[in-house]
């Protein structure tokens, strides 16, 4: 059930910082009903990009657009209502319970009608989602690094948008839980949700992600399907590693497997 | 209702029944009857002791009486007097001053995601205290009894808005900015106070120091209904933007992508703040601690949500306050000590007592 048209689309996204171009003309859409990666190696852009889909960077150019609308057309609610954004990592003071993080993400809903019970449902239930209601109780401050972004995710959730941008939901997670984060993302994509996620994982990207956007320095090198866009041709200039291809023994999509730069300058 | 993504795959893919343990269901109205007794006992103590003593049952005659209503218990003119005119209006602006500076505190903590931010951090504080020094100097303050609490009010009020002027930048005001400028126009302020003092002569010197330690002393019907509507109406702001200061926590960005009008929160409760700060100053001079010290007592029994932490604060600030101008009027009867050093004295101790308890959450990150 993926739109036509992409309903949240930057164009020419430009961020300096003083005299350093971090984002450089980048253009980038997503649909409802895609999962759409970006991956790049450290300091390529990919937070700056997120940062600039999201309006928490200035844009020197371009303009981000949600429905056609740029985004200073919308107020702060009704922004809140239509996209979500998860942080990298989320510093909180003071020793509210993970659950009361996740509930504030139904913020923007609060004065809707029902919404004090329908709001502790959705709670509870991104809660089971990401496998964080067994601590649903104790306080943030207090939860691991793979916790307390889990629970972030939850809050993310809860906030129940149609667009979602989130940056490295897999960092500091374990195996499986860097599947059942993904896993997730692509179920809310299959209901209809247009999911930006910021990828450290090459082969996570190629498992889950519909399309995928490859950042190097700051400018877009390659942008589409991502069995195209996750070729070893695109990403070996680009990470400066040597990929092959490999079929994975159960799945239809095959696996990038970095070669060690002795292997790669033997064969080459 | 709303139905998004998640609500239709809650449809398609149910979860177990939750699991979640809920907090213990006492603990709030416990917490509260407690902070209500306490408030109500000092403020029937600060109606009762002093240079002499009034029984309960006369406090409540007199201030009934002066409803109108006679509840048959005899009270002489005297006792009314000392009751009314000077113990009323002084326990009010305990009341309001303390609560005023409570919430501050409180919301201050919030906005800076700091919990060692005190509304002193602002300037109001230091720019009340200045302008009063200079005034003092400069020979401006004899007469009218309005005169110096008008120019603390204004001083304090006018460095805080500097403050926030400065720290902003492309319409946006960063927090750790705005705290560290605070810091380093706290410590400018502290020397020029210092140098109008070397300039001083005695008389001109008492004053100042007597109005930098903060007292209540001066307190009459005027001020309480000059100075309490402001922390009133201050009191009232903080207190709906409680759900916006739940989220600052999270930080600026994250408050602004939940719904959050980021900018103008910040100003509100700069704004708000400084206001009741600055109202409480202008009449009691600089009462330090209170701010600090008052939510992190309350944080302790009432949880971290401002929705009940910033009323929780107005309590606390309360009482610490009555209890320390009640010390202040009778430790040394007929002398008093300076307020500020009271609750300096109350509040080290407790805020020592307070990071002692809290530093295996400390530890952790948390408060």
Known sequence: ?268 | MTTGPLAQLRERRPSAPPTVTALPRWRMPFSWTVLTALFLALVLANLGLGAFDVGVERIIAILLGKLGIDIGVQYTSAEEAVVWVIRVPRMILAALVGAGLGVSGAALQGLFRNPLADPSLIGVSSGAAFAVALSVLLGLTSGAVFIQPLVAFVGGLVLTLGIYAFSRSAGRVQMATMLLVGIAVNALLASAISFILSLSDDGALRDIVYWILGSLGGSVWDYAVTAGPLILIAIFVLVRQAGALNLLTLGDAEARHLGVRVERSQFIIVTAAALATGAGVAVAGVVGFVGLVAPHLVRLVVGPDHRSLIPASAVSGAILVLGADLGARTIFAPAELPLGVVTAVIGTPVFLYLIHRARRSLAMGGW
């Open chain 1, 1 to 268: 059930m993926t739109t036509n048209e992409p309903v949240l689309r930057g164009e020419g996204l430009t961020v300096r910082v003083d005299d350093k171009t971090l984002l450089d003309r980048a253009s980038v859409g997503v649909r409802g009903g895609e999962l759409l990666g970006v991956v790049g190696p450290n300091g390529a852009g990919k937070t700056t990009l997120l940062k600039a889909l999201s309006g928490d960077a200035e844009l020197a150019e371009g303009t981000v657009y949600i429905d056609d609308r740029p985004l200073s057309d919308f107020d702060a609610r009704e922004l809140a209502r239509r996209r979500a954004v998860m942080p990298q990592s989320s510093y909180l003071p003071f020793l509210f319970t993970a659950r009361d993080v996740v509930r504030m993400g139904r913020a923007p809903w609060e004065g809707e009608r029902g919404e004090s019970e329908h709001g502790a449902k959705l709670t509870d239930y991104a809660m089971s989602l990401t496998d964080t209601r067994d601590y649903a109780v104790r306080a943030y401050p207090t939860l691991s690094g793979g916790e307390q972004s889990r629970v972030t995710l939850a809050r993310v959730l809860a906030q129940e948008t149609p667009i979602l941008l989130i940056d490295e939901p897999t960092a500091h997670l374990d195996l499986r839980h860097q599947h059942l984060v993904l896993q997730l993302a692509r179920e809310l994509a299959s209901e209809g949700a247009a999911v930006v996620a910021v990828l450290h994982d090459l082969n996570l990207a190629a498992m889950y992600t519909d399309s995928s956007v490859v950042l190097h320095r700051g400018a877009v090198v390659a942008s589409g399907d991502s069995q195209e866009a996750l070729h070893p041709d695109v990403l070996s200039p680009v990470f400066g590693i040597e990929f092959v291809l490999q079929p994975h023994p159960e799945l239809e999509r095959p696996m990038l497997v970095p070669l060690p730069a002795s292997v790669s300058h033997d064969r080459g």
